[in-house]
């Protein structure tokens, strides 16, 4: 018997839906949860990302705008834009869509970008606050996974996790919310000798690392769970995760697809954080 598939597309909507409601709630109090998206450059795979993430703003109704800047734009001008996006109380989150070009400082802006208005979860507060247990924003991939683990009442409290991957975006911030949740996590790479002895072990696999199919069939316990953030393309163009998907369905209990699984759900959660944002704002007032 093969895997059960985790719809992303499906999970997100339904997801999207519940965020609408509150965002229609901040509505009524005279507040439009809105998002400030900055590129630099014109890498397309980048501005295919941020339509994709305007057009989930628009589908629950939040306020978009994209600030877009030339390759070659200075740090200071890039910098001086999310001062001015920081005290605009007509945004309520800022994201910077990476990658950027090597002459800007990516640790730079993202400690500019003000705490409270950090929906993508890299700013430094929100990293240390995740290892304390009280981020305000968690980084949105993970949380998507977080949320995906959640919808399909997939148990995570006292299970072993492991997350293949070590990155700020998607590795650490991952095994510190497993391990919040009450999992007993391990943390490998792609360069961990002997990988199979870890992921066997698994009952939660969530794999991050950019390399295509790395984790085969054989590497995966029966009946675990199967989370693959990864999205290569092939030289075919065709686009695969990192783990092989038609073997490890075949042992899997559960097991997301790429594209399809994780990906839906990132977006989802950068809206959910904008409108945790707004949310925030309106506490105060």
């Known amino acids: 018997m093969g895997a059960v598939i985790?719809?992303?597309?499906?999970?997100?909507?339904?997801?999207?839906?519940?965020?609408?409601?509150?965002?229609?709630?901040?509505?009524?109090?005279?507040?439009?949860?809105?998002?400030?998206?900055?590129?630099v450059g014109d890498n397309p795979a980048s501005k295919l990302y941020i339509r994709n993430k305007i057009k989930a703003c628009r589908e629950v109704g939040l306020h978009s705008e994209i600030h877009e800047f030339p390759r070659d734009t200075s740090q200071e001008m890039v910098l001086k834009r999310i001062s001015e996006l920081n005290v605009n109380p007509d945004i309520h989150g800022i994201?910077?869509?990476?990658?950027?070009?090597?002459?800007?400082?990516?640790?730079?802006?993202?400690?500019?970008?003000?705490?409270?208005?950090?929906?993508?979860?890299?700013?430094?507060?929100?990293?240390g606050a995740l290892v304390?247990?009280?981020?305000?924003?968690?980084?949105c991939t993970p949380y998507g996974v977080q949320c995906l683990l959640e919808h399909m009442d997939i148990p995570i409290e006292g299970q072993n996790a492991v997350v293949v991957g070590r990155s700020n975006i998607v590795g650490?911030?991952?095994?510190?919310?497993?391990?919040?949740?009450?999992?007993?996590?391990?943390?490998?790479?792609?360069?961990?000798?002997?990988?199979?002895q870890y992921t066997l072990l698994a009952d939660i696999l969530v794999v991050a690392v950019g390399k295509p199919r790395l984790i085969t069939g054989a590497m995966v316990k029966e009946g675990a769970t199967v989370i693959d953030v990864g999205i290569n393309r092939l030289p075919d163009g065709k686009l695969v995760g990192d783990v092989d998907f038609e073997e490890a369905k075949r042992r899997a209990a559960y097991i997301t697809p790429v594209p399809g699984g994780v990906g839906p759900m990132t977006i989802t959660m950068l809206v959910a954080n904008t409108v945790q944002a707004a949310e925030r704002v309106a506490e105060k007032a």
């Open 6 to 39: 985790i719809d992303g597309v499906a999970i997100a909507k339904a997801v999207r839906a519940e965020w609408k409601e509150r965002a229609d709630r901040l509505k009524t109090q005279g507040i439009l949860p809105g998002l400030a998206v900055i590129i």
């Open 95 to 127: 994201l910077v869509q990476l990658p950027l070009p090597p002459h800007i400082d990516s640790a730079k802006v993202q400690e500019t970008i003000s705490s409270e208005k950090d929906v993508d979860g890299f700013h430094l507060y929100n990293l």
């Open 132 to 139: 304390a247990g009280g981020t305000v924003f968690p980084p």
């Open 172 to 196: 650490k911030p991952m095994a510190l919310m497993l391990l919040q949740k009450g999992a007993t996590v391990s943390v490998c790479t792609s360069k961990t000798r002997n990988l199979a």
